[in-house]
Nanobody
Framework: QVQLVESGGGLVQPGGSLRLSCAAS????????IGWFRQAPGKQREVVAT???????KYAESVAGRFTISRDNAKNTIYLLMNSLKPDDTAVYYC????????WGRGTQVTVSS
């Protein structure tokens, strides 16, 4: 079955960095668009960053210049390097193919606080 497993979240101080990983199984992520999404308390899920099959990336304006999405096809894994983290980045982060997907993993919690 298709499964997405996010990891790498944690507690970090403002200005710090984290690297999130999303390991996929049951499907190849190399041939489709895929991205990172996040949901903060009291807010709707939003797109953070996407990457397509030829590694064209797009970012939400709120994270552009600070976050980098990448892919490792051999590991069937995508990553999100988050630099210069802000408290507003606090959220549960998910990977998926669509914002309105019917299938979601558990996500990984990112908390940015001093």
């Amino acid at each position: 079955q298709v499964q997405l497993v996010e990891s790498g979240g944690g507690l970090v101080q403002p200005g710090g960095s984290l690297r999130l990983s999303c390991a996929a199984s049951g499907v190849s992520i190399s041939t489709t668009d895929i991205g990172w999404f996040r949901q903060a308390p009291g807010k709707q899920r939003e797109v953070v960053a996407t990457i397509n099959s030829v590694n064209i990336t797009k970012y939400a304006e709120s994270v552009a210049g600070r976050f980098t999405i990448s892919r490792d096809n051999a590991k069937n894994t995508i990553y999100l390097l988050m630099n210069s983290l802000k408290p507003d980045d606090t959220a549960v982060y998910y990977c998926n193919w669509k914002l309105h997907s019917r299938i979601w993993g558990r996500g990984t919690q990112v908390t940015v606080s001093s």
